[in-house]
């Protein structure tokens, strides 16, 4: 039980990480969205924590905000 705790933690910083980089850049979820060519959908679902994004969006989202990938895990 306390992995399964710790995997929805990490989902959560993540989450909340999204917003916050996004809130820092003035950008609306469709924008980011745009930028990284998906559906504004699929932005929200990662921003909510029902799904999650694949290796090379994760890429994509760390070019979109300027920071390292660890920095989109809050590590």
Do not use: H
Request: net charge positive; hydrophobic share 30%.
């Amino acid at each position: 039980m306390e992995k399964k705790n710790k995997v929805a933690g990490n989902k959560t910083k993540f989450c909340n990480r999204l917003k916050t980089l996004r809130f820092e850049k003035s950008y609306k979820q469709e924008d980011v969205a745009k930028k990284l060519g998906i559906p504004p959908s699929t932005y929200a679902n990662w921003e909510q924590g029902r799904t999650e994004p694949s290796i090379e969006d994760i890429y994509k989202l760390s070019e979109v905000f300027n920071v390292d990938a660890n920095e989109l895990f809050d590590i």
